[in-house]
């Protein structure tokens, strides 16, 4: 998640040609990525990391960074690139 991450932090667009060879360093080799993307689309939803977090807030810890944008990103990134 965090080729994700950064790219979102970069401003770079998950269709872009900029973003063409990221999930290609984020997927394992032999990979079918629109096969993997499927599994962390199961799994990622804002409002569930955001429900996941609020305990932390309440007992005052410190909020890790969310990974639902990078996840959203990698994502998009692996079905717009599929070949």
Do not use: N
């Amino acid at each position: 998640m965090a080729a994700g991450t950064a790219a979102v932090k970069a401003g770079v667009a998950p269709e872009s040609t900029e973003a063409a060879d990221i999930p290609g360093r984020a997927i394992p080799t032999g990979t079918d990525p629109l096969r993997l993307a499927d599994q962390p689309a199961t799994f990622t939803d804002r409002r569930v990391e955001r429900y996941w977090s609020l305990p932390g807030i309440i007992d005052a810890r410190s909020a890790r960074p969310p990974m639902a944008p990078g996840a959203e990103w990698l994502i998009a990134a692996s079905r717009a690139h599929a070949s």
